[in-house]
């Protein structure tokens, strides 16, 4: 089915593309999904490092931490 379109076709759906949604709209979802790229390389770059912090915290140190984000 998508097969037969060509470039004829992918022009003519590029134009009214643009004409129903503007070229504001587009540049600025296309910014919205370069964000959103970056943002996902930089969560499995993380996400592939082993933890380095130490998260062993005493009930104290975490009630501190609470009560400085809850002010």
Same mark, same amino acid.
């Given at each position: ?13 590029a ?5 129903? %949604?503007?070229? *504001?709209?587009i540049s600025?979802?296309?910014? @919205? &999904?370069?964000k959103?790229? $970056?943002? %996902?390389?930089k *969560?499995?770059?993380e996400?592939?490092?082993? @933890? &380095?912090?130490?998260?062993? $915290? ?12 809850? &002010?």
């Amino acid at each position: 089915m998508l097969n037969n379109i060509g470039l004829p076709g992918l022009l003519l759906i590029a134009v009214v593309v643009l004409v129903l %949604f503007g070229r *504001g709209k587009i540049s600025s979802l296309m910014g @919205e &999904v370069g964000k959103g790229i $970056t943002a %996902f390389k930089k *969560g499995v770059d993380e996400g592939g490092r082993p @933890e &380095v912090e130490d998260h062993t $915290t005493t009930v104290s140190e975490r009630g501190t931490t609470e009560e400085k984000d809850r &002010v």
